[in-house]
């Protein structure tokens, strides 16, 4: 298992153990111009929610690996919080804001592994 996979299958089991709605892994290393090997996408209830889901995801990852995001962008709206890992990006989103944007289905040419047994978007 590579370092990569490591980490996604990391950030998405502190996303479940913090109940991240319909946690995701997408395995992006087989498509051409992929910004990363793997997404790790879920989402939360309330900004809250979403602040929570991040805040665990760097402590799991941290204490961990050590390492720590090279960026984390939306963290004061917590709407939409991407955490940069490099190889690996993680996308914490309130359920609307996934809905409207559709990551999913922009790679939609991506492996996905569903991670858990957390609730599904409805």
């Not at 946690?23 to 879920?42: E, K, M, T």
């Not at 569903?114 to 609730?119: F, L």
Request: charged fraction near 25%; include cysteine.
């Amino acid at each position: 298992m590579t370092e990569s996979e490591v980490l996604a299958k990391l950030a998405a089991q502190a996303l479940d153990e913090k109940k991240g709605i319909d946690v995701q892994i997408l395995d992006l290393r087989g498509l051409q111009s992929a910004p990363a090997a793997f997404f790790v996408v879920a989402s939360g209830t309330v900004p809250a929610h979403v602040s929570a889901l991040c805040d665990h995801v760097h402590e799991v990852v941290k204490k961990a690996t050590g390492l720590n995001p090279s960026k984390v962008e939306g963290y004061m709206n917590a709407e939409w919080i991407l955490m940069d890992y490099f190889d690996v990006v993680v996308h914490i989103f309130q359920t609307e804001r996934r809905a409207f944007y559709k990551l999913e289905e922009l790679w939609g040419d991506a492996e996905r592994t569903p991670v858990g047994e957390g609730k599904t978007q409805e």
